[in-house]
């Protein structure tokens, strides 16, 4: 893995940004893009920018000053300097085609969010799973230290609303993207590796070049910087022991007693988890937050360190800030109950997200049953871990499959979410579980099973997260009750 892809090379020095001039940003409603579009509005750049649908975030980029268009057409490119794209732009892309013939400057969004780092001492949190919340507890946690972090996560922070801001400290923590590689490019002084796992072989090929990409992306740490890496993940440790080989100043967090940052002695209750936390200074502190799941107590303590030993806070003020982080969008979200029937959204789309999504359901349920509409995302993975996808909601009670969810790749013969349900039924022979290849059934189905009692996720990246919302209305329709949902 040496930092480049078919199309950009993320270990070249990026342009500053006050040489971009006019930037336009293709799909810019993406998580990640619009990420970078506020940053850039923020810092007093002329941006513009396509999608193929409207959105809220659409509207919301627009009241930020951008200048905003629904479709594409080669037209919106006309007068620009620099386009902004994600890998999952293809070339055929009119707008592309035309800033490729027009030889103009195009940035992959790794590349442009680079560019308004400036002089930030730059945080960046990476890892299969658990990167997006890590990134949003230590942005919280700073900012309950009066830091006024920069940031740029993959997801809204519930209680601001927001995906990215430019804050007037001189931290910047931004989400790194393994899925292409361009984690790279950030160059960071605290770099987070939260677990290393054989996702996005449709760019890699093998779980060894996952590994070496890890491997080049600790050693893009500056001189002097610091790489934070789970203990309990076999991936992270691995890295984290060849980076201290080599020299590097390492900190591990983790359950492992052999940990720098040493976790103990978990409480559950209800929504809350606590835990003891020991650091490099051998004192025992509490550790306290308010969303459900034992792998959150981890995304805690790694947001916890590198606020204290990475970046000097006061550990009193950083504990008191992850106590009130209060969840990012679409990682385990409330949406609403009707006929005593709970909704919850989630993200999860790879089989380590989604087992630990399902876990943390089956410990909140209850007495009630656990039922959850899975949606595959992207034939490859589907295709890749369809047994690692069922080894992961085998714990539920009730499955519901959608069809796969495409995203950037076309359709491949013979995979599709019966692949997961087959796959299902070998790892648990009485497992109920149904595909149901019509997204606009899948609501009225599920409504349909649910119990008083319930607890119903909706799991997926992509727009399995509509179906909650529907499945409300239809459990109030149908019961005559008020949806409740949010």
Not at 91 to 108: D, F, I, K, W
Not at 129 to 135: F, L, P, V, Y
Not at 376 to 393: I, N, W
Request: hydrophobic share 45%.
């Amino acid at each position: 893995m040496n930092g480049s892809n078919d199309r950009f090379d993320f270990t070249a020095p990026v342009p500053p940004l006050g040489e971009l001039g006019a930037v336009h940003f293709i799909a810019i409603g993406g998580a990640g893009m619009s990420g970078v579009a506020r940053v850039m509005l923020a810092r007093g750049c002329a941006v513009s920018g396509s999608d193929a649908k409207q959105s809220p975030v659409l509207a919301a980029l627009a009241a930020e000053g951008a200048e905003v268009h629904v479709g594409h057409d080669a037209a919106y490119v006309e007068g620009k300097d620099t386009i902004v794209v994600s890998s999952a732009i293809r070339e055929s892309n009119v707008e592309l085609a035309a800033a490729r013939a027009a030889g103009l400057r195009v940035l992959h969004r790794a590349q442009a969010l680079a560019s308004t780092m400036a002089d930030s001492r730059r945080v960046a949190i990476a890892g299969a799973n658990g990167k997006t919340t890590t990134t949003s507890m230590l942005t919280v946690a700073l900012q309950h230290c009066g830091v006024d972090p920069s940031f740029a996560a993959g997801g809204e922070l519930a209680k601001h609303g927001t995906n990215a801001h430019w804050g007037t400290g001189d931290v910047f923590v931004a989400e790194a993207d393994e899925s292409d590689g361009s984690f790279l490019v950030y160059r960071p002084e605290v770099a987070v590796v939260t677990n290393v796992q054989p996702d996005h072989l449709d760019f890699y090929g093998t779980f060894e070049r996952v590994r070496q990409a890890y491997a080049a992306f600790a050693g893009s740490i500056v001189e002097g910087g610091l790489l934070v890496a789970c203990q309990d993940d076999e991936g992270s440790r691995e890295l984290a022991q060849a980076a201290r080989s080599a020299g590097a100043r390492v900190l591990t967090y983790g359950w492992s007693p052999e940990s720098d940052v040493v976790l103990r002695d978990e409480v559950f209750r209800g929504l809350m988890g606590r835990v003891t936390v020991t650091g490099p200074d051998g004192v025992d502190r509490v550790l306290r937050i308010n969303i459900p799941g034992r792998h959150n107590l981890l995304n805690a303590a790694a947001a916890y360190t590198v606020a204290v030993d990475g970046l000097g806070q006061d550990p009193t003020r950083v504990l008191d800030g992850l106590f009130g982080f209060t969840g990012t969008r679409r990682r385990f979200e409330p949406k609403g109950s009707a006929a005593g029937v709970s909704v919850v959204d989630d993200y999860a789309h790879n089989p380590g997200k989604v087992a630990a999504v399902v876990g943390t359901g089956a410990d909140l349920v209850g007495d009630g049953r656990l039922v959850v509409v899975f949606q595959p995302h992207l034939y490859s993975r589907t295709r890749d871990f369809a047994r690692e996808f069922a080894v992961a909601l085998a714990p539920a009670d009730v499955v519901v499959l959608m069809e796969v969810y495409a995203a950037r790749e076309d359709p491949m013969p013979g995979v599709s979410s019966q692949l997961v349900a087959d796959a299902l039924r070998e790892v648990r022979p009485d497992a109920d579980v149904t595909v149901v290849p019509s997204w606009s059934a899948v609501a009225g189905h599920v409504a349909a099973l649910a119990r008083e009692g319930d607890l119903v996720l909706t799991v997926g990246a992509g727009d399995v997260t509509m179906i909650g919302p529907e499945v409300l209305r239809a459990l109030g329709a149908e019961r005559g009750q008020d949806d409740g949902s949010a």
